[in-house]
């Protein structure tokens, strides 16, 4: 059984920053790409940023050049650092992560932390 969990979601004003983590655990032999995506109110959910196994990143545009993806392999863990934090930021965030376990290769989400950005 593999399981993630993200923590770090909060409150912030506009302009600042925060910093998510997202946790793998259970029976993992190796994870391949990592993603953040986010879902705010009545819309869709979207992908946010990638980094794969070999730290290779990929951003929205809406998130280039204030969102940074990155990795700790040894601790099965991906963080999503957030600055000049906007409003329209304002969502649940959930990470996924493609993961080789016990049971094949499988895709797996958290189960959200909510971001608020205040204006």
């Known amino acids: 059984q593999v399981q993630l969990a993200e923590s770090g979601g909060d409150l912030v004003q506009a302009g600042g920053s925060l910093r998510l983590s997202c946790v793998a655990s259970?029976?993992?032999?190796?994870?391949?790409?990592m993603r953040w995506y986010r879902q705010a109110p009545g819309k869709q959910r979207e992908l946010v940023a990638t980094?794969?196994?070999?730290?290779?990143?990929r951003y929205a545009d809406s998130v280039k050049g204030r969102f940074t993806i990155s990795r700790d392999n040894a601790k099965n863990t991906v963080y999503l650092q957030m600055n000049s934090l906007k409003a329209e930021d304002t969502a649940v965030f959930y990470c996924?992560?493609?993961?080789?376990?016990?049971?094949?290769?499988?895709?797996?989400w958290g189960q959200g932390t909510q971001v608020t950005v205040s204006s």
């Open positions: 996924n992560a493609e993961v080789y376990s016990s049971l094949g290769l499988r895709a797996y």
């Open positions: 980094i794969t196994s070999g730290g290779s990143t």
């Open positions: 259970g029976s993992i032999f190796s994870i391949n790409a």
